[in-house]
């Protein structure tokens, strides 16, 4: 069993930066590929960023690019995301996601859904 528990998600002006943190637990959890998801009222829920084990290796949805960083330290157990020049379009509620291997991070949320989901944490952004 995996556990997954997000933080940081709070209100913020257009332009302003937040950063989005998840802690995780269980077995396997070292080299577990890891990721973040958001979901906004009346909208699926649709890829952000993933991360490889070793941090190595990170994708972002299109929609993120230049904005948003995702990094992991595997020593503390935590997966942060800061996201920079945020825009009302971000508001949604982010989940922390995971997968176990041998998924690449490529994958994960494109064409492996995660495993594991965090509760989320609610981000909004006003203009």
């Known amino acids: 069993q995996v556990q997954l528990v997000e933080s940081g998600g709070g209100l913020v002006q257009a332009g302003g930066s937040l950063r989005l943190s998840c802690a995780f637990s269980?077995?396997?959890?070292?080299?577990?590929?890891m990721g973040w998801f958001r979901q906004a009222p009346g909208k699926e829920r649709e890829f952000v960023a993933t991360?490889?084990?070793?941090?190595?290796?990170?994708y972002f949805a299109d929609s993120v690019k230049d904005r948003f960083t995702i990094s992991r330290d595997n020593a503390k157990k935590t997966m942060d995301l800061q996201m920079s020049s945020l825009k009302p379009e971000d508001t949604a509620v982010y989940y922390c996601?995971?997968?176990?291997?041998?998924?690449?991070?490529?994958?994960?949320?494109?064409?492996?859904?995660?495993?594991?989901w965090g509760q989320g944490t609610q981000v909004t952004v006003s203009s």
């Open positions: 991360i490889s084990w070793s941090g190595g290796n990170t």
């Open positions: 996601a995971a997968a176990t291997p041998p998924t690449p991070a490529q994958a994960l949320g494109v064409q492996t859904p995660p495993d594991y």
């Open positions: 269980g077995r396997t959890f070292s080299s577990i590929v």
